[in-house]
């Protein structure tokens, strides 16, 4: 199932890699293609920042914010065991 899905995409032809910018003051590298742009950081492990478009004439955008997160476990009472759930 999974190839199946991962060969459904396709990989695209028009992107064009632009200069190293910043967006909010990290190091990104824009991916143009003609249908907008993705700002990935020009890190060792990237990440999506910002995605800017242009659908039926109208300009769009997502902006995407990483902020560390601090989990802690809940207690045993709040929990359910999942191999009696068959995972």
Do not use: H, N, W
């Amino acid at each position: 199932v999974c190839d199946k899905f991962a060969s459904s995409f396709k990989v695209p032809k028009d992107v064009v890699k632009e200069d190293v910018t910043t967006v909010d003051g990290q190091r990104v590298v824009p991916l143009t293609d003609k249908k907008g742009t993705m700002d990935v950081t020009d890190t060792s492990s990237p990440r999506i920042l910002r995605v800017t478009g242009i659908t039926a004439g109208i300009s769009t955008g997502l902006v995407f914010t990483y902020s560390p997160v601090s989990l802690t476990a809940p207690p045993a009472g709040q929990t359910v065991d999942s191999t009696a759930l068959g995972f």
